[in-house]
T-cell receptor, first 115, second 113 residues
C-alpha cells in the first residue's frame, strides 16, 4: 500500500540554525503534501502544504520543496527559535482534485531547538 | 470562528462504560474525521464523513460508533472499550472545495481502565 518515509526521527539544532526534514512517498499518484506541527498536548497544526503542480512554496521562515521525479519532499525551517520545538509530520494524499480525503502520514520528526 | 473544538479534553472510563466524544466546527467545513493517535506515532484514520455521509470506515471495531447529526457536529460513541484503546482521539475537518486540507482539533485524551 501507499507509504511515506520520514527522516530523521529526531533532530536537535541550535537556535538560529536551519532545520531540514525529508519525506519520501511511494504512490506516484499522490498530489498533495501537507506538513503538520504538533506541540505537546495539542492537536496537529497545518503549517504549510504543497500541491504537485508546484516545486517550492515559502511562508516566512518555512519552505517546502517537492521533487516529483524522485518522489521526495522536504520541510526547511530557517532561523529556528525555541518555539519551533515540536513533532513535525509530513503527509501525502491523492486528494487534490477530489479523489480521496485520505492522508498518509510519515512517522514524525521530533525537533528540539536549543537556546 | 476558525477552529475545531473537542469535548471533553480528558476522559477516563471503565471497560463496561458508555461514553461519547464530541467535535464541533463552525467554519462551514463539509468533511469531518476521527483519528486515533498513540504516543510517539502519527494519527491513524478511523472514519471520514463527507457532506454528512460516512465515506470511509477504516475497519474500526464496532465498539466505536461515529455519528454526524449535522454539518457542524461529529460524535464518537464508545462502548465496551479495551485498555489498548487508550489514546488521543483527534477530530479534523475540511473546507468544501478543498477536501484535501485537514484542520485538527486539540483532541480528547482517553484512558480506559
Amino acid at each position: 500500500g501507499e507509504n511515506v518515509e520520514q527522516h530523521p526521527s529526531t533532530l536537535s539544532v541550535q537556535e538560529g540554525d536551519s532545520a531540514v526534514i525529508k519525506c519520501t512517498y511511494s504512490d506516484s499518484a499522490s498530489n498533495y503534501f501537507p506538513w503538520y506541527k504538533q506541540e505537546l498536548g495539542k492537536g496537529p497544526q497545518l503549517i504549510i502544504d504543497i500541491r504537485s503542480n508546484v516545486g517550492e512554496k515559502k511562508d516566512q521562515r518555512i519552505a517546502v520543496t517537492l521533487n516529483k521525479t524522485a518522489k521526495h519532499f522536504s520541510l526547511h525551517i530557517t532561523e529556528t527559535q525555541p518555539e519551533d520545538s515540536a513533532v513535525y509530520f509530513c503527509a501525502a494524499s491523492k486528494g487534490y482534485g477530489g479523489a480521496t480525503n485520505k492522508l498518509i502520514f510519515g512517522t514524525g520528526t521530533l525537533l528540539a531547538v536549543q537556546p | 470562528d476558525t477552529e475545531v473544538t473537542q469535548t471533553p479534553k480528558h476522559l477516563v472510563m471503565g471497560m463496561t462504560n458508555k461514553k461519547s466524544l464530541k467535535c464541533e466546527q463552525h467554519m462551514g467545513h463539509r468533511a469531518m474525521y476521527w483519528y486515533k493517535q498513540k504516543a510517539k506515532k502519527p494519527p491513524e484514520l478511523m472514519f471520514v464523513y463527507s457532506y454528512e455521509k460516512l465515506s470511509i470506515n477504516e475497519s474500526v471495531p464496532s465498539r466505536f460508533s461515529p455519528e454526524c447529526p449535522n454539518s457542524s457536529l461529529l460524535n464518537l460513541h464508545l462502548h465496551a472499550l479495551q485498555p489498548e484503546d487508550s489514546a488521543l482521539y483527534l477530530c479534523a475537518s475540511s473546507p468544501a472545495g478543498r477536501l484535501y486540507e485537514q484542520y485538527f482539533g486539540p483532541g480528547t485524551r482517553l484512558t480506559v481502565t
